[in-house]
């Protein structure tokens, strides 16, 4: 990859990890409110509760990126 002068490059990079960063929250927040039966917002939870959902979403995430190869016999 060449570096443009303007820094293009770079700027699609950050939004590109900004986008990763905010589907990882999103994904979270959507598992742990429809696993949390007390209804405390997402937003008001400290990092203490919220680091194991965030955990989650990004390995959710990447398990859909890179899915585990079918057995060639039609088997898993």
Not at 36 to 42: R, T, V
Not at 66 to 74: I, L, T, V, Y
């Amino acid at each position: 990859m060449a570096i443009l002068d303007n820094g293009t490059l770079l700027k699609g990079l950050l939004m590109e990890a900004s986008d990763v960063r905010r589907s990882v929250e999103e994904l979270a927040q959507g598992l742990y409110e429809a696993s949390d039966p007390s209804g405390l917002p997402w937003v008001k939870r400290g990092l203490a509760v919220r680091d194991p959902w965030l955990q989650v979403a990004r390995q959710q995430i990447a398990q859909s990126e890179n899915p585990p190869e079918r057995d060639e016999r039609g088997g898993q």
